[in-house]
């Protein structure tokens, strides 16, 4: 569940609840715990493994991440590793967009506040 999450990471309160209802699911699994429905009890399973939520790790792998990048510890391709094509085809008409706009995962997810890494 957590493979590739700074890449995929949901926003939406719904897609994170279900990835929440699952990791619920296995926290009943490893307790040996499927009938107790009182209130904190997934709570009181989640402090005794000593395990976060998995939105608490998403964060967390985010500002990794981004630290990583903004101190040049992940790979990334320069530009010239791309090609481009010197003229466009017949068939292949370039498109261009105007106006547009645009966000990036640090404005998106809100990662830009005062928690540390």
């Known amino acids: 569940m957590e493979y590739g999450a700074t890449i995929w990471n949901p926003y939406m309160k719904g897609d994170i609840d279900k990835l929440e209802r699952i990791q619920n699911r296995g926290l009943r699994f490893i307790k040996k715990n499927y009938r107790s429905r009182e209130t904190g009890s997934i709570t009181n399973m989640r402090r005794q493994l000593e395990m976060e939520t998995?939105?608490?790790r998403r964060h967390s792998l985010r500002l990794i991440l981004i630290y990583k990048v903004v101190e040049g510890l992940v790979p990334a391709l320069p530009a010239d590793n791309f090609v481009i094509p010197a003229r466009?085809?017949?068939t292949i008409k370039a498109k261009t967009y105007s106006n547009c706009e645009t966000d990036n995962i640090i404005e998106r997810q809100g990662i830009n506040n005062t928690r540390g890494i």
């Open 54 to 56: 998995l939105e608490e």
């Open 88 to 90: 466009p085809k017949r």
